[in-house]
């Protein structure tokens, strides 16, 4: 569209300076979507209903902040979901156990989250291969101590009226605390991704990690600082889980990895590395859980939002494939 075209639709105008080309479809599919259900179930546009499917979105669409930055560089973590669902449990036990304060607990948490982090770009980087190969051991091995820490069961008996329960369970303005924190995050890391140094040593490593080397950007570095910074959003998110339930449960966050890449697939990063887009991801996010609520809105049994995930990975592949193939020409 052009100029004069945009210049007669400041909505249209004011879109493109908040987002580029991928984030307008996604937020203009999401606006239909949403449209479109509540035609049929009026109350799913209810603030209700919208809390529900955004606190679903954020706690994985957090992740999948970190993952646009992966990506970006070419690397793949399989663990995500493990690392959060490690995090909440060994937050709930030390509080229970051993009586710390959640506050403290909460921290420790995010700790744990940075440091199963590096210990996945310290074997990455001494076994020299992918992380998607180290991390298709980790993902089990994090399962496994989340099991192990949890007594394989539901952890009870947290101080839910302790002030770390009451402010980060919140509802402000009826809006759930992680749908909050989801939206400052993405502005936070959608500066840091686009106008840091940091950012721009991501996607010259997934662009070409020769020439990245080449130049002096210290690649392992670079994936050390994103693993941790992926390992650290897991334990916000986390952290932001135990808040609102109260309590812990070792399968939470069971399929979040895949949800994660997913939500950053379809808001436009390149699975190919060099390119990304963490307002797209966090859109992606709230794609999936739209289409997943409608699911359930029409009846229809949740096992089918299974389905529909894979459906929308390949169906991003290929549009990235049919992108890059444009651009190429």
């Given at each position: ?5 945009s210049?007669r639709n400041?909505?249209l105008?004011t ?7 991928s984030?307008i ?5 999401l ?7 509540s035609?049929?179930q009026?109350h ?8 529900n499917?955004?606190s679903?979105?954020a ?6 902040l970190?993952?646009?930055?992966q990506?970006s560089?070419?690397?793949i973590?399989l663990?995500t ?7 909440i449990n ?6 229970v156990t ?12 995010i ?6 982090g590096?210990?996945n ?5 001494a076994?020299?291969?992918p992380?998607i ?5 980790t993902?089990s ?6 099991l192990?820490?949890s007594?394989?069961?539901?952890i ?10 009451k ?10 605390m992680?749908?909050?924190a989801?939206?400052l ?5 959608s500066?840091v ?13 997934g662009?070409n990690?020769r020439?990245a ?7 392992a570095r670079?994936?050390m600082?994103t693993l941790?910074?992926?390992g ?8 932001l889980?135990?808040a609102?339930?109260s309590?812990?449960?070792?399968n939470?966050?069971t399929g ?5 890449i997913?939500?950053?697939i379809?808001?436009?990063?390149a699975?190919?590395?060099g ?12 794609l ?16 089918w939002?299974?389905f529909?995930?894979g ?7 290929a549009?990235?494939a049919?992108i ?6």
């Open positions: 569209m052009s100029s004069g075209s210049k400041p909505v105008a879109l493109r300076r908040l987002f580029g080309a984030e479809g996604i937020l203009l599919v606006v239909v979507l949403v449209a479109a259900v035609l049929v009026p799913f546009a209810s603030i209700a209903s919208l809390s499917f955004g679903r979105a706690w994985f669409g957090i992740i999948g970190g993952v646009v930055f990506l560089m070419g690397e973590d663990s979901a493990s690392i959060y669902g490690l995090t060994v937050a709930a036990v030390v509080v051993l009586g710390i304060d959640p506050w403290v607990a909460s921290a420790l948490g700790i744990v989250g940075v440091g199963l590096a210990l770009a310290v074997m990455a980087t076994f020299k291969v992380v190969i180290i991390t298709l051991g993902l091995a994090f399962k496994g101590l989340t192990i820490v007594g394989g069961g539901f009870y008996g947290l101080p839910r009226e302790h002030s770390f329960f402010l980060m369970g919140a509802t402000p303005l009826g809006v759930p992680v749908i909050w989801f939206a995050l993405t502005v936070v890391l500066v991704y686009n106008h840091t140094r940091y950012g721009f040593m991501v996607r010259s490593i662009s990690p020439a080397e080449l130049s002096g950007i210290p690649i670079v994936r600082i941790m910074l992926t650290a959003l897991c334990g916000i998110s986390g952290m889980t135990l609102f339930f309590t812990a449960d070792p939470l966050g979040y990895e895949l949800l994660a997913t939500a950053a379809i808001g436009g990063t699975l190919t590395g390119r990304g887009t963490v307002v797209g991801a966090a859109l992606g996010a709230l999936i859980a739209v289409i997943s609520s409608g699911i359930v809105q029409f009846g229809i049994t949740a096992n939002s299974v529909v995930t459906v929308l990975i390949i169906s991003a592949v549009l990235d049919a890059r193939r444009r651009r190429s020409r």
